[in-house]
C-alpha cells in the first residue's frame, strides 16, 4: 500500500498529519494491519516534523511518501532545498529546534540523501508496540 502526497498551500502540516491518519486507519481497516497507538501517534509526529522543516526551510512543494514494508511505515519526505539537515547537539536549555533528534530518536532507521534537484529525508515506524519496550521497535 502506498500513499503520494504533494503540498504546496499554507496548511501542509495539518493535511500530512491528516493523510498519515487517514493512511493508517485505511492499513487497519482494509488490509487488516493492527496499528498501536504508539505508531498512530508516531508517524503523525514524525509527519509533522518533516513536513514543517520541509515547509519552512524549502522553497515550492513538498512530496510525502508513505508506505508499507516489512512491518513499519516508510515515511518520505522530498523538497526543493539540497542542503541536509544537522541535528543539534543535546542541549536541555535550547529552546526549539529538537524536531530532528525526536525523529531519529523514534525512529526504526532515518537516513538522508540529496537528490538530483532537492533532498529526500526517509524515516521507518514499526506499526506494533515492541515487546521490549524500545518505542522505536528493533532497530535496523
Not at 498529519?17 to 514524525?46: C, E, K, Y
Not at 515506524?125 to 532497530?139: E, H, K, Q, T, Y
Request: net charge negative; charged share 20%.
Amino acid at each position: 500500500m502506498l500513499s503520494a502526497l504533494a503540498f504546496a498551500g499554507d496548511e501542509p502540516v495539518t493535511e500530512a498529519r491528516h493523510a498519515a491518519r487517514d493512511f493508517l486507519t485505511a492499513v487497519q481497516a482494509v488490509h487488516g494491519i493492527p496499528v498501536s497507538d504508539r505508531a498512530m501517534g508516531m508517524v503523525q509526529l514524525v509527519v509533522s516534523e518533516l513536513v514543517t522543516n520541509a515547509h519552512k526551510y524549502a522553497p515550492g512543494p513538498c512530496l510525502l511518501d508513505l508506505e508499507l514494508n516489512d512491518g513499519a511505515v516508510e515515511i518520505s519526505v522530498w523538497d526543493t532545498d539540497p542542503t541536509l539537515p544537522v541535528a543539534q547537539a543535546t542541549d536541555p536549555g535550547r529552546v526549539g529546534q529538537h524536531g530532528l533528534e525526536i525523529v531519529i530518536g523514534v525512529c526504526r532507521s532515518f537516513e538522508m540523501r540529496r537528490e538530483p534537484v532537492g533532498k529526500r529525508i526517509k524515516a521507518a515506524i514499526a506499526l506494533a508496540d515492541d515487546p521490549g519496550g524500545d518505542p522505536a521497535g528493533s532497530r535496523m
